[in-house]
Nanobody, 119 residues
Framework: QVQLVESGGGLVQAGGSLRLSCAAS????????MGWYRQAPGKQRELVAV???????NYADSVKGRFTISRDNAKNTVYLQMNSLKPEDTAVYYC?????????????WGQGTQVTVSS
């Protein structure tokens, strides 16, 4: 069973920065995409950024130029550097990891970490 441990959330003023981390453990199978999603109160969960095993990235339009996703494959860890934070970035951020198990893939979610941006 894969476990995801997130860290790095908190309270920050608008214009500030935070760095989220998510470490995956409990598997020897290949990890594919690693990503971050967020869910604000009363809204649906949305993709923030995703990074493939080869390093290719994709971002939500709302965070392009401000957020950077990266990964350390040796540590099975994905990071989200968030700069120039805005109050509308306030949400619970969830890590998402895809693991290839033989001929199928399994998807795992972290427990979520709160990010609050004050104006």
């Amino acid at each position: 069973q894969v476990q995801l441990v997130e860290s790095g959330g908190g309270l920050v003023q608008a214009g500030g920065s935070l760095r989220l981390s998510c470490a995956a453990s409990g598997t020897t199978f290949r990890i594919g995409n690693m990503g971050w999603y967020r869910q604000a109160p009363g809204k649906q969960r949305e993709l923030v950024a995703v990074i493939g095993s080869g390093g290719g990235t994709n971002y939500a339009d709302s965070v392009k130029g401000r957020f950077t996703i990266s990964r350390d494959n040796a540590k099975n860890t994905v990071y989200l550097q968030m700069n120039s934070l805005k109050p509308e970035d306030t949400a619970v951020y969830y890590c998402n990891v895809v693991v290839f198990v033989w001929v199928k893939y399994e998807e795992y979610w972290g427990q979520g970490t709160q990010v609050t941006v004050s104006s």
